[in-house]
């Protein structure tokens, strides 16, 4: 029997890279995404895999995703990898993309990882493991931060909370934050070219980062090392200094 990994945002990006690299570790795999676009083009190169299309912020389909991947169940690790961003200003989001972004990265989440917990189990060899993609953004200590950065630090204290619950269950949580990974979309909403990105990693960098992140049973993920000692520093900052810092940026990117 082959241990299986269900990826909720495994049609593209990191999700996809991450699906990629557990089928050539000879993982049974699961993926969802919401665009046919996307799907159509998995299904040929990948007969094997489960591929399910989903829009995570329409209420009745995730439910019957919910139900139709409880058949399925358990499942050794599930991956919440489902994310929405743009090339955000913080004061330029419109009412629609502010309810879209809090729908896939924070609502579609918790329901997901409610769902999750109650459906990965250890077999084959393998411990019982949750995963979240959620981003150094996430990790700066400052109230004003977009509503993605502010999504995904939520994202970072919800998956600790579903830590320390599921403890006694012995199911891992493994909180990934990365710096900028240059994926197809990272590209797409930076004009084609994500090169400008401060310690822009590649996919094949962010997948094995995880990889070892969860060969070794740690409970997050933080990379690259200079983004993270960045928003180390930028977390020491005085506040009144990094308001008026953030104010200033926000001002000059309009
Ligand atoms: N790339 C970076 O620099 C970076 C840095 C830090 C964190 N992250 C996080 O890493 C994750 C992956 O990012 P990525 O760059 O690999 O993006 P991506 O290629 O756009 O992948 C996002 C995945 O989520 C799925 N998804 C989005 N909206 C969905 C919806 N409504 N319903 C179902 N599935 C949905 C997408 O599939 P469909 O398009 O088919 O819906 C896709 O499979 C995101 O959570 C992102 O916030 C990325």
Redesign the pocket.
């Known amino acids: 029997m082959k241990p299986k990994i269900l990826i909720?945002?495994?049609?593209?990006?990191?999700?996809?890279a991450l699906a990629k690299a557990h089928e050539q570790q000879d993982w049974q795999v699961s993926?969802?995404?919401?665009?046919s676009y996307?799907?159509n083009v998995l299904r040929p190169l990948f007969p094997n895999w489960q591929i399910i299309q989903?829009?995570?912020?329409d209420s009745i389909q995730l439910n019957d995703l919910l139900e139709k991947l409880s058949e399925n169940a358990p499942y050794q690790r599930i991956i919440y990898?489902?994310?929405?961003?743009l090339n955000e200003r913080r004061f330029d989001l419109n009412a629609a993309d502010s309810l879209k972004m809090l729908?896939?990265?924070l609502q579609?989440f918790q329901t997901c990882f409610a769902w999750a917990a109650r459906h990965v189990q250890a077999a084959c060899g393998y411990t019982a493991t949750l995963v979240c993609?959620?981003?150094?953004?996430g990790l700066v200590d400052y109230p004003y931060t977009s509503v993605?950065a502010q999504c995904?630090r939520a994202m970072w204290h919800t998956a600790a909370a579903y830590r320390s619950a599921l403890l006694p269950n012995k199911i891992n949580v493994l909180c990934v934050?990365?710096?900028?990974?240059?994926?197809?979309?990272?590209r797409q909403i930076n004009g084609g070219n994500?090169q400008h990105?401060p310690f822009l990693i590649s996919?094949t960098r962010a997948v094995n980062e995880i990889l070892a992140a969860l060969n070794s049973g740690r409970d997050t993920a933080i990379f690259p090392k200079r983004m993270k000692y960045f928003i180390q520093i930028v977390n020491l900052l005085p506040k009144p200094y990094l308001n008026w810092l953030m104010k200033k940026n926000d001002k000059e990117s309009r």
């Open positions: 909720i945002g495994g049609t593209s990006g990191i999700g996809l993926v969802v995404g919401s665009s996307k799907i989903c829009d995570v912020c990898a489902a994310g929405w961003y729908a896939v990265n579609a993609l959620s981003s150094v953004a993605y995904k934050a990365s710096g900028y990974v240059d994926t197809e979309t990272l994500a990105k996919e």
